[in-house]
Every structure is written in structure tokens, then in C-alpha cells.
């Protein structure tokens, strides 16, 4: 089977701009998450999908990121404006009916 | 926030020998889960043990689970250069969601 897909795979921005992550799951799977991992540390959620409904945006900082799940199947995250501290791997992961997470290589940003 | 800590948080060792490590966690889990990551990649599950297992093998892996100590090991035996990654663990919480923990980095010397 097709991995989760993620693009771009590298994003290099300057503070206060805006920028956008794409997210293919893998087919069939509802749940969605997104995780922003940073240097040295494990993987932090942010976001999780069940279709195209919010199951948990707990930790997500909504004054400046935003994702969407339309239709159920792809995603985007969007950070807007982009910040410093928000360089990092912002990692895409699927999962069947609660089975083990499948995870996209990530997009890898840097802000400056 | 992390739920799991792992334990130590780096190893090295030579090609041959086993390797532990160690996750704690804090509250009631459904299932506890341990993923690799190699640099520059998404993460791979390993293996998955449920609330209710004690102990499971994949492989050259050995999950352990202590749910009354909220304690879990993951031991890979006769390492491989191509097991230098990351490790972590990951708590399904009980109405909650996937929690990882900062991670273990193994480095196999061959």
C-alpha cells in the first residue's frame, strides 16, 4: 500500500510570513493527526481528525495555526504568522480503526 | 503534553549486544506502543502491547508492560549498526489521545 504523502518536504520562511503543509493519508484510514516534533524532543500532537471532524485541538496554538480535513481524506496545516519557535518537523500520521499510527517523512521548517 | 519518558535518553553500544530501554508513564492506557525513527524520517511502528498483555515478541524485540508501575521496556537483542535510530513510546491514554515521550537514541557501534 501508498504511505501517508507529505510535501513539501522542506520550507525555509521568514518570520511572520505564512505557510502551508499538505497531507495524503493512507487509503481507507479515518483518523488523522498532525504532530510538530522539535529538534531533540518526540513527536507533540497538535491536531487529530476522525474523517473530516475535530477529535482533539487541544494543543494546538489557534491563534496562528490552522488545519482542515476537507471531504475526509487530505489535510492541510496552516501556520500563519509564522513565528521562531515554530521551526520544526511537522509530522502527518494515519491510522485504521485505532491500529498503529503510519506516519509521512515530514516537512522539515525552518523560520528565520 | 508528553505522557511517556523514556529512559535513558541516549545508549551506545557494540554491534552484538542487546539493548534496553525504558518508558514510564502517568496515567490509564488502552494500549502502549513503540515507534523508530531514523534521522531526517517519519516514525515506524514496531510493536504494540495492550493494557491487558505482559509481555511481546517481534523478532529481535521484547516489549515488556507493568501496568501497576505504568512501566514498559522495549529490549532488542544482537543489535545491528541498522538499528542506530531513535525509540520512542507512545501511550493510547484512556479518553485521550496518542501521547510519544521525548525518545531513547541507540547508537550500535559495528
Known amino acids: 500500500e501508498a504511505g501517508v504523502a507529505q510535501s513539501p518536504r522542506y520550507k525555509i520562511i521568514e518570520k511572520r510570513q505564512s505557510v502551508a503543509f499538505w497531507c495524503n493519508p493512507i487509503s481507507g484510514h479515518a483518523t488523522l493527526y498532525w504532530y510538530q516534533q522539535i529538534l531533540g524532543q518526540g513527536p507533540k500532537l497538535l491536531i487529530q481528525f476522525q474523517n473530516n471532524g475535530v477529535v482533539d485541538d487541544s494543543q494546538l496554538p489557534k491563534d496562528r495555526f490552522s488545519a482542515e480535513r476537507l471531504k475526509g481524506v487530505d489535510s492541510t496545516l496552516k501556520i500563519q504568522p509564522a513565528k521562531l519557535e515554530d521551526s520544526a518537523v511537522y509530522l502527518c500520521a494515519s491510522s485504521y480503526q485505532g491500529g498503529p499510527l503510519h506516519f509521512g517523512n515530514g516537512t522539515r521548517l525552518t523560520v528565520t | 503534553s508528553q505522557q511517556g519518558e523514556e529512559d535513558p535518553q541516549a545508549l551506545s553500544i557494540q554491534e552484538g549486544e542487546n539493548a534496553t530501554m525504558n518508558c514510564s508513564y502517568k496515567t490509564s492506557i488502552n494500549n502502549l506502543q513503540w515507534y523508530r525513527q531514523n534521522s531526517g524520517r517519519g516514525l515506524v511502528h514496531l510493536i504494540l502491547i495492550r493494557s491487558n498483555e505482559r509481555e511481546k515478541h517481534s523478532g529481535r524485540l521484547r516489549v515488556t508492560l507493568d501496568t501497576s508501575k505504568k512501566s514498559s521496556s522495549l529490549l532488542i537483542t544482537a543489535s545491528r549498526a541498522a538499528d542506530t535510530a531513535s525509540y520512542f513510546c507512545?501511550?493510547?491514554?484512556?479518553?485521550?489521545?496518542?501521547?510519544f515521550g521525548a525518545g531513547t537514541r541507540l547508537t550500535v557501534k559495528p
Open positions: 507512545a501511550t493510547d491514554e484512556i479518553d485521550n489521545d496518542m501521547r
